[in-house]
Nanobody, 122 residues
């Protein structure tokens, strides 16, 4: 059974930092891209940052310059370092794994984590 488990969310004051971690567990052969999305209160989910197996990254405009995504392919983990957090960053942050293959000749599927709450408030 494959799962994506997020951790590192919490309550932080404006200007503060948090580091999110997502670990993909279970029988895993490979994962194409991994990334983070967020779902602000009452809004649709939006992409925050993604990273490929070759560490090519993509950031939303709001994340550029403040957030850094990184990945450990050997451990099937992805991190999101978030600095200069603002109240508008408050959301449930969801981990995403694109085309996760459980064995070499499997087609692969996309997986989502349950999410971790990030609240930025004074």
């Amino acid at each position: 059974q494959v799962q994506l488990v997020e951790s590192g969310g919490g309550l932080v004051q404006p200007g503060g930092s948090l580091r999110l971690t997502c670990a993909a567990t279970g029988s895993i052969f490979s994962i194409d891209a991994m990334g983070w999305y967020r779902r602000p209160p009452g809004k649709k989910p939006e992409m925050v940052a993604t990273i490929t197996t070759t560490n090519k990254t993509n950031y939303s405009e709001s994340a550029k310059g403040r957030f850094t995504i990184s990945r450990d392919n050997a451990k099937n983990t992805v991190h999101l370092q978030m600095n200069s957090l603002q109240p508008e960053d408050t959301a449930v942050y969801l981990c995403y794994a694109e085309r996760l293959r459980r064995a070499k000749y499997f087609t692969g599927s996309d997986y989502w984590g349950m999410g971790t709450q990030v609240t930025v408030s004074s």
